[in-house]
Nanobody, 121 residues
């Protein structure tokens, strides 16, 4: 399975972006992570296979929304009220088997190439 993430760009603080992650095949649980320069990769959002369950860390809760369209093998990350500290390369990830929520990078089987999000103040 190959993942392709796109939708990043430059946005002003308070603005919105929607990231997409298109998979070449069927995947189960999916997640988004991000990595800022000089920092470790951190968990941003996760969704189970059916889309009935999502999970977010506190620092994005209420601002970011993960969703999926299984007919299109695509997962989305809607990001609202963006802050300069949200600036990072965003990566999508997927699990080939098993539909439960996962929050650790080592739990994922596949990764996209990353898309840069820059939030200006």
């Amino acid at each position: 399975v190959q993942l392709q993430a796109f939708g990043g760009g430059l946005v002003q603080a308070g603005g919105s972006l929607r990231l997409s992650c298109a998979a070449s095949g069927r995947t189960f649980s999916n997640g988004w992570f991000r990595q800022a320069p000089g920092k470790e990769r951190e968990f941003v959002a996760a969704i189970n296979w059916s889309g009935s369950s999502t999970y977010y860390p506190d620092f994005v809760k209420g601002r970011f929304t993960i969703s999926r369209d299984n007919a299109k093998n695509t997962v989305y990350l809607q990001m609202n009220s963006l802050k300069p500290e949200d600036t990072a390369v965003y990566y999508c990830a997927a699990v080939e088997l098993g539909g439960r929520i996962r929050v650790r990078p080592d739990e994922y089987d596949y990764w996209g190439q990353g898309t840069l999000v820059t939030v200006s103040s």
